[in-house]
């Protein structure tokens, strides 16, 4: 498969993994939810830069991300992030988010990892944002289950507009239990069961981070989905219902919302 992110992968591992484990007391659970063989969808919260780091530290498989083409234009992400595995998105859309697209089914569709942040953007304030369903549409099309993860301490690490990150402090890898696509999929079509797959993820997420969740999204951009949330099943089986929008356009004060696209919306043409 011809590949436009990772081919120096192995080596930026070997390179940084000792960097990163000299610098920071790095702990994991929930291995034993990893697949051994075949894809799967990665969902992590975002609070940090270095989020995109710790979770491939971790993993025993390649992973490759989406991520947003901005970091394209700075010097210190231009040659270490394509290395890693990650594939830009041209958030303003076009044939650019559609080729990000192919590229996503074709890692999974190859039997490897994919990465990408739920909340479409490292959240600013620390809380954990309600989901976008692009995650859920990637798995109904190549049938591979989402696997949640609460990251912590990160954010620690490096917190938003910090310059450098602290070293010395320690991180938690926390993966949860995969969500099989498949119980959903005789409500493919539904996309209210897009809805409650990935409010599903986002349950996990904050019982695995410890997060505060709010009911709105992150990049202030609303998809066209009901307004109300999904009821979330859990594994096992309870139902959490979510609450209702502040306002017809997301935002919490009423007022309007600008406009900005997510790597997660990105997949979620709809």
């Known amino acids: ?90 958030r303003s859309g076009g044939s650019a988010s559609e080729r990000a697209l192919a590229a996503a089914a074709r890692v999974l569709e190859a039997g490897e990892f994919f990465g990408i942040y739920p909340e479409g953007t490292r959240s600013r304030d620390g809380v954990l944002h309600k989901g976008h369903t692009g995650p859920a549409r990637l798995a109904f099309r190549t049938g591979a289950p989402l696997l949640p993860v609460g990251l912590v301490g990160t954010r620690d690490v490096q917190p938003p507009d910090a310059r450098f990150p602290k070293p010395f402090l320690p991180v938690w890898v926390n993966i949860g239990a995969p969500i099989d696509p498949a119980r959903y999929r005789d409500r493919e079509n539904d996309r209210l069961a897009l809805r409650q797959m990935i409010d599903e993820v986002m349950f996990e997420i904050r019982n695995l981070s410890g997060q505060d969740y709010v009911d709105h999204y992150a990049t202030k951009k609303d998809e066209a989905m009901p307004t109300r949330t999904a009821g979330v099943i859990t594994s096992e089986g309870l139902s959490v219902n979510g609450h209702e929008h502040a306002n017809g356009n997301g935002s919490a004060d009423g007022t309007a919302a600008p406009e900005r696209r997510s790597s997660a919306s990105v997949l979620n043409p709809g």
């Open 1 to 90: 498969m011809g590949r436009e992110a990772g081919r120096l992968y192995h080596v930026a591992r070997a390179v940084m993994t000792p960097v990163f484990k000299f610098n920071w007391r790095v702990y994991v659970s929930g291995l034993e939810h990893v697949p051994t063989e075949g894809p799967a969808i990665f969902c992590p919260n975002h609070t940090s830069v270095l989020d995109s780091f710790f979770l491939p530290l971790v993993l025993p498989r390649r992973i490759t991300y989406v991520g947003k083409a901005e970091y394209m234009d700075d010097w210190k992400t231009k040659y270490v992030f394509p290395a890693i595995g990650m594939i830009p998105i041209d």
